[in-house]
């Protein structure tokens, strides 16, 4: 990697951490308090009303994945701030996996059930919400595409979501990639003025990939940017398999790319080519 991509690609993981940092603090402090009012028969509270810590019980599509590590981190953080107590599951990118979890951490009875479940399609969604809505448990599904949301969302009156802005993700990625352009030295490597890239997608039917993906290329042109892509490959947004690609790619390739864009941070770190990988 050349220093100038390795700056660049921490600031981005920083503010991306910072970003993600507030945002599951605000949600969650907004959760309790969504909780106490649809869960609690007491209706007022007084210094002798003990209140029981609430139990959130957490189901993430994969801790192989180093933002879903990190909302781990932050989510049991908020235990020594709260009244509340956290149990986070891996679901092992597997929605039978996943399944289990949900059906285990039902018979336990939490107060409130979050997830960042492993297929974000709408009958996937759906089948979810319904495993939960017999128990009359709230429940927030975070990253849920708006299109499905519209479709799911009258299935039960305790779950609410949080909404990607996935293209927009792909645009602020095009953003950069034309900054990078603006300096052809930097990007261009055998100066003919077109950007030769290889995409590390997340998985060929995942909304919000595809939705980034389509923010990307549309800045892209917008800017005047001649592409010509190499290959674009699902990697089931893990990082092993996308190294494994790309040392293949590299051995056909090998001089004719100029980036790897990869659909998640976590798809370019570990990647140890002379490339610019952003």
């Known amino acids: ?75 049991e953080n908020l235990q020594k701030e709260n009244q509340i107590k956290v149990s986070v599951f891996d679901a092992q990118n597997n929605v039978s996996v996943q399944n289990e979890i949900l059906d285990s951490l039902l018979k336990s009875n939490p107060d409130l059930i979050i997830t960042m479940p492993v297929n974000r399609k709408e009958n996937s969604v759906r089948d979810f919400i319904l495993r939960v809505r017999p128990y009359k448990i709230p429940l927030l599904m975070f990253d849920i595409p708006p299109e499905v949301v519209k479709k799911v969302s009258k299935d039960y009156d305790k779950v609410a979501f949080t909404i990607p802005d996935s293209e927009k993700a792909g645009e602020m990625q095009g953003e950069i990639i034309r900054d990078f352009w603006n300096n052809k030295s930097i990007i261009d490597k055998n100066g003919d003025g077109i950007l030769e890239y290889v995409l590390l997608g997340g998985n060929t039917d995942d909304i919000m990939a595809i939705q980034r993906t389509q923010g990307l290329i549309s800045t892209l042109e917008k800017s005047g940017i001649k592409t010509e892509i190499q290959q674009s490959v699902a990697t089931n947004w893990t990082k092993e398999i996308a190294k494994s690609y790309v040392e293949n790619i590299f051995l056909r390739y090998s001089s004719k790319i100029d980036a790897v864009i990869a659909n998640a941070d976590d798809l370019a770190a570990g990647q140890t080519h002379e490339i610019n990988l952003i």
Request: aromatic share 6%.
């Open 1 to 75: 990697m050349q220093p100038n991509t390795i700056i660049l690609f921490k600031v981005k993981w920083r503010a991306k951490m910072k970003i993600l940092r507030q945002t599951i603090k605000s949600v969650l402090v907004i959760l309790i308090i969504f909780v106490l009012i649809i869960n609690t028969e007491t209706k007022t509270f007084s210094s002798s009303n003990r209140i029981k810590p609430i139990k959130i019980g957490v189901i993430l599509f994969s801790l192989d994945n180093s933002i879903m590590r990190q909302l781990k981190q932050e989510l």
